[in-house]
């Protein structure tokens, strides 16, 4: 699933959809910003708040 507006989604092979946005921020009081391999994410227990920078 790809959608190419703003904010889009972005589903891997598992099927786990992401966020995708120029601005990355936490959602929630258990959001957590890490950099992996040079990219910014957000990774949370909601999966909602799951975000890429990009």
Known sequence: ???LV???TLQSKK???MKVRASV???CDK???IHRR???R???ENAK???RQG
């Open 1 to 3: 699933m790809r959608t």
């Open 6 to 8: 703003a904010g889009f």
């Open 15 to 17: 099927g786990i959809t």
């Open 25 to 27: 921020k936490k959602m």
């Open 31 to 33: 959001c957590k910003v």
């Open 38 to 40: 040079g990219v910014v």
């Open 42 to 44: 957000v990774i949370c």
């Open 49 to 51: 708040h799951k975000q």
